[in-house]
């Protein structure tokens, strides 16, 4: 069986604007439940979903991406394939319209799996990825260019970065299994609000924010960056199930609530098509579509919500 699941970030996610969060998911879902139903690669399937995510200004990736301190936007993305465990990634690139893409274009088009700033938007001009000029990004956030962070202000910046509210986190993601039973993941991020520029967290990086491996599981995670890097969150959840120790649910609530010493939440497929969205936060914006079934979404605890 064939199924897919998307995250638009764990964090407070206040009531308003709940109808447009439920429509975007629904919309992610079907773009990539789309191709999985006509036989479709797992992979292909994530990217379609995160690329609809990051065209929506409501969530924290695309165009939606929060500024750094110095008012620009920075993009990360990964995407992974099972199938060997391959993976692409870009960080700190700028005036990309779907990260996700040009992270796909690393994965095709060269022998590496992480590329940022100006070397990754190269790739992206040779590759025809589609760029947006900083408009596209500004309208949405409001911004006027910003100012350069003050000489010596690194360490009250990362204060701030740390007290910032985890509403503003709300990174995207998928994760699919095909009708082969091949899974996949993909992230998408702006990283954190008002963050030092050049920052890169845990989305880009095969293991802490993404992972998927045949056989085991693929995952997508949203929440406090630095501690999903340090604990390696994604990964640690594929061995406890490659180990055949617990089952997706019970693997990654148990990351989450115990091994991390940070908030957030993921999305987990197993190559069954078992479905796990645990999270920490007091909401998280997720949803499902297994074959030949309607799209589900929540956002609070409540599935009602």
Known sequence: MSVIAVHGGAGLWRREGEDEVHAILREALQAGGAILRRGGKALDAVQAAVEILEDAPRFNAGRGAVATADGTVELDACVMDGVGRRAGAVACVRGIRHPVALARAVLDHTPHVLLVGAGAERLA??????????????????????????????????????????????????????????????????????????????????????????????????????????????????????????????????VLRSRIGGTGGMVVVSPRGEVAMPFTTPAMARGVLREDEQPWTAIGPDPGN
């Open 125 to 254: 001009d040779e590759y025809g990825i589609e760029r947006a000029d900083d408009a596209w990004f500004q309208e949405v956030q409001g911004l006027a260019g910003g100012d350069p962070v003050p000489k010596g202000q690194a360490p009250a910046l990362r204060r701030a970065a740390a007290q910032t509210p985890i509403e503003e986190s709300e990174t995207v993601g998928a994760v699919a299994v095909d009708i082969g039973g091949h899974v996949a993941a993909a992230t998408s991020t702006g990283g954190m609000k008002g963050q030092w520029p050049g920052r890169v967290g845990d989305a880009p990086l095969p293991g802490a924010g993404t992972f998927a491996e045949d056989g085991v599981c693929a995952v997508s995670a949203t929440g406090d960056g630095e501690a999903f890097m340090t604990s390696v969150a994604a990964h640690e959840v594929a061995v406890l199930v490659r180990h055949g120790k617990l089952g997706i649910e019970e693997a990654s609530s148990l």
